[in-house]
């Protein structure tokens, strides 16, 4: 078949790449020349596991192209998928302008039917706004073309996008129309084998679809961080804990890690925008403002334990901090719980220490060259000489570490961990204090209860 697909940010280009791969012929199309012509050498312009091999590969097989033509890509095919970027406003809203400047040029340019598949995550009501910018330039245009729009949301993850997008636990294509899922099915036959994964609903259900999935996968993620705190202060262990709650399999053990809080572009984006929607609609989410806020106290967390560790005086020190990523695996920081524990530090008059496997061009990006930010070339050399360890970002590396090391080359033998990657008992044979996320027990021996920061936060 072929597939014109618009915008090649992470969602875009995985399934155009995915796509081509079993076979399709793929036109991606991106305004951003700077980017297509990355993409025509090779270079892939964000780091994901196995897409470069995979966008070279049908590259060089005449699978896969890019273009900035957009008309061109209206033209190429009969099922266009619109997969640009919704970035939040103000307000917390989705902006939309993306998406309506494709449906505007698929308007202008359409030249026989069209099937218009929405991909990006947009607030329910989209699809419709869709349809009619395409019919009102049809129409401005004097001409008559039929075409359908539909909602097929993605849920793939960063890090391991392939595998979401090539192994996935479910397909939603949104459409009343009976030849619009069928084509759609033909177009993902090589990826619903086994058993169907395919599940068929009405456009408006297909996109809150999306949001209800993110928005459930936050829940846990703060509920956990809530109980984390809360084990905290009563002197229990939330690891414990959360492996005594996950073999309900009503529970489960997925998305139940308490940490440092939630980043992306996804989960802190669409909780807000649901949010909004439903406020937009004469209803008051409360639970998706709560998990918001919840999150947002969470990035705080390292930074208060940093404060409790020196007695809150963190002037003119020097932090190592492990992992810039909001996840492994990743070199994006868009609303990662480092930023946040960072700027604080900064604030506090703190110089940062960081290393990051792969976000180290992503923090200049962020933060240029900040005099008080210096970014390492390897985990230990950030660490050697600093006053405190803190890790914001689980990546495998960090996993092992000689803790008799740490306690040599640390000034203060202080480590915060907002991943929860060791065992306090063995981080505390060292002679090292161990600040973990929710484990209560390690806060005690540390000697500092968790009362006075309780008290504090009150305050
Ligand atoms: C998410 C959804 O998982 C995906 O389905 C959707 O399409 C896009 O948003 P992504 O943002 O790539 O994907 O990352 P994910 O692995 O879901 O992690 C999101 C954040 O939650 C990370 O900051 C991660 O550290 C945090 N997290 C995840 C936890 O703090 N605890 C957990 O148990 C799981």
Same mark, same amino acid.
């Given at each position: 078949m072929k597939?014109s697909?618009?915008?090649t940010?992470?969602?875009?280009?995985?399934?155009?790449?995915c796509?081509?791969?079993?076979?399709?012929?793929?036109?991606?199309?991106?305004?951003?020349?700077?980017?297509?012509?990355?993409?025509?050498?090779?270079r892939?312009p964000?780091?994901?596991?196995?897409l470069r091999?995979?966008v070279?590969r049908?590259?060089e097989?005449?699978r896969?192209?890019?273009?900035?033509? *957009?008309?061109?890509?209206? #033209?190429?095919?009969d099922?266009?998928?619109i997969a640009v970027?919704?970035p939040?406003q103000?307000?917390?809203s989705?902006?939309?302008?993306?998406v309506?400047?494709?449906a505007?040029?698929?308007?202008?340019?359409i030249?026989?039917?069209k099937?218009?598949?929405? =991909?990006s995550t947009v607030?329910?009501?989209? %699809?419709? #706004?869709?349809? *009619?910018?395409?019919?009102?330039?049809? *129409?401005?245009r004097g001409a008559?073309?039929?075409f359908?729009?539909?909602?097929?949301?993605?849920? !793939?993850?960063e890090?391991?996008?392939i595998e979401?997008?090539t192994?996935?636990?479910r397909?939603?294509i949104g459409?009343e129309?009976?030849?619009?899922?069928?084509k759609?099915q033909?177009c993902? &036959?090589?990826? +619903?084998?086994?058993h169907?994964k395919?599940?068929?609903?009405?456009?408006?259900?297909?996109? !809150?679809?999306k949001?209800a999935?993110?928005?459930? !996968?936050?829940?846990?993620i703060?509920?956990?961080?809530?109980?984390?705190n809360?084990?905290e202060r009563?002197?229990?262990?939330?690891?414990?804990?959360?492996q005594g709650?996950g073999?309900?399999p009503?529970?489960?053990y997925?998305?139940?890690y308490p940490?440092?809080?939630?980043?992306?572009s996804?989960f802190p =984006?669409d909780?807000r925008?649901? %949010?909004?929607?439903?406020?937009?609609a004469?209803?008051?989410?409360?639970?998706?403002? &709560?998990?918001?806020r919840v +999150?947002n106290?969470q =990035?705080?967390?390292?930074?208060?334990k940093l404060e409790?560790?020196?007695?809150?005086d963190?002037?003119?020190?020097?932090?190592?901090?492990?992992?810039l990523?909001f996840?492994? +695996?990743?070199d994006?920081?868009?609303d990662?719980p480092?930023?946040?524990?960072?700027e %604080?530090?900064?604030e506090?008059g703190a110089?940062?220490r960081?290393?990051?496997?792969?976000a180290v061009t992503e923090? @200049?990006?962020?933060y240029?060259?900040?005099?008080d930010?210096?970014?390492?070339?390897?985990?230990?050399?950030?660490?050697a000489g600093?006053d405190a360890?803190?890790?914001c970002t689980e990546w495998?590396?960090f996993r092992?570490v000689d803790f008799?090391?740490?306690?040599?080359?640390? =000034?203060s033998p202080v480590?915060?961990d907002?991943?929860n990657?060791?065992?306090?008992?063995?981080?505390?044979?060292?002679?090292?204090l161990y600040?973990?996320?929710? @484990?209560g027990?390690?806060?005690?021996? +540390?000697?500092?209860? %968790?009362?006075?920061?309780?008290r504090?936060?009150v305050a």
């Open positions: 597939l697909i618009f915008g940010g992470y969602v875009g280009l995985v399934t155009g790449a796509f081509a791969d079993v076979g399709h012929e793929v036109l991606c199309i991106d305004v951003d020349a700077g980017r297509i012509a990355m993409l025509k050498e090779g892939v964000i780091f994901e596991p196995g091999e995979m070279v049908n590259a097989a005449g896969l192209k890019f273009s900035t033509d *957009a008309p061109a890509g209206v #033209r190429f095919a099922l266009i998928f970027g919704t939040p103000h307000n917390g989705a902006d939309l302008s993306h309506l400047t494709v505007e040029t698929i308007g202008e340019h030249d026989g039917y099937i218009v598949v929405g =991909k607030p329910v009501g989209t %699809a419709d #706004r869709v349809e *009619a910018v395409i019919a009102a330039a049809i *129409a401005r008559t073309h039929a359908d729009v539909c909602s097929n949301p993605e849920f !793939l993850k890090g391991s996008a979401d997008f192994k996935p636990a397909i939603i459409s129309k009976e030849a619009v899922r069928k759609l033909e993902y &036959a090589p990826y +619903n084998r086994n169907d395919l599940i068929s609903m009405d456009v408006r259900s297909a996109e !809150l679809t949001y999935a993110n928005a459930m !996968l936050a829940t846990k703060s509920f956990m961080n809530e109980m984390a809360i084990a009563l002197g229990a262990d939330i690891e414990e804990v959360r709650i073999s309900d009503r529970i489960g997925q998305f139940i940490g440092c809080g939630y980043g992306g996804c =984006k909780v925008a649901l %949010a909004h929607t439903a406020e937009e004469g209803f008051r989410a409360e639970l998706m403002e &709560a998990v918001e +999150n106290a =990035k705080g967390v390292l930074f208060r409790q560790a020196f007695d809150g963190l002037k003119d020190r020097t932090i190592a901090l492990w992992g990523a996840k492994p +695996n990743t994006d920081m868009r990662a480092s930023r946040t524990l960072m %604080a530090l900064w506090a110089s940062v960081a290393f990051d496997p792969e923090a @200049r990006r962020h240029g060259e900040r005099l930010l210096s970014l390492a070339s390897g985990h230990l050399e950030a660490a600093a360890l803190v890790i495998k590396q092992v008799a090391w740490l306690k040599a080359n640390l =000034k480590i915060v907002g991943r990657l060791y065992e306090p008992e063995d981080v505390r044979r060292h002679g090292l600040y973990a996320v929710g @484990r027990d390690s806060v005690r021996r +540390n000697g500092a209860m %968790a009362e006075p920061e309780a504090r936060e």
